[in-house]
């Protein structure tokens, strides 16, 4: 599965000189690579996305959606596509167990203006999508230098902050905490140190281009059984932080980050007299 997932991803990258020359919209040509003949309905009453206008930092922008399945279906995959990313496939969640619901909130790089679809696949075969569109401030964020030193930073690399919160957080936004509570979940929120290079960075003292690397996949398990998978992409930004939901009753979890360098690193939290 992760390599049919990775090679999704790549093939949604190479997309024709052609279409790149004349600007046209990239979306025509990652559906098909990615979802082929599979019709992707209309998915705005089951899709709710969450983004900036206009992102104030294009390196960390915070991109969130909250999913729920069609009535007597559950979710599978949920992908997130940055259409005009160099790798649009950005983040993609599966499911080890069909969810009736779901809600994430992840930092991204968001390379210039471009639209945003969230691509959500059931049970039962269906699959929906929604759509939005996030301008930028024009940095070229996937290009930008680190903001770490490369070799400063493998010294903190996959150490992660790992939280079980109550919905939404202290700070939330009223109308997510009380859709969250109305589907009986909690809150995982995660931090990642890793600097999650692009292979597009140059090295401000060297001058040479930094070589690929950023996370590959975080799994994530639930009481000492599987949850759900991430795969990633160099659209994470650096040093990723994830916020996702997880049932009501969850007691302890446990994240594994493995990054494209074959770097795993693990965490475990619990709640509280758990």
Known sequence: MKFAILAALLAATALPASA???????????????????????????????????????????????????????????SLVLDENPMPVSAVFDFDAPQPGFFFDVTMRVNGPTPLHVVVETAMGSSFVAETFVKTSGTGACSAPPGTDPKAALATLGDMDLTISQVGGDAADPMRTLQAMAAGERQVDLDVMHPSHSGMQMDQISLLFIPMRYVETLDLDLDGADFATMTGSISLSENPSLSVSVPGDTQAVDVTVTDTDGTTSHARATVAGY
Request: no cysteine; glycine share 6%; net charge negative.
């Open 20 to 78: 790149q020359a004349n600007r046209d919209p990239a979306w025509p040509d990652i559906r098909a690579a990615v979802w082929g003949e599979t019709t992707l309905q209309d998915g705005a009453h089951l899709i709710a996305i969450d983004s900036p206008t206009r992102t104030m930092d294009d390196a960390r922008a915070q991109i969130a959606a909250r999913i729920v399945a069609p009535e007597g279906d559950a979710l599978t995959r949920v």
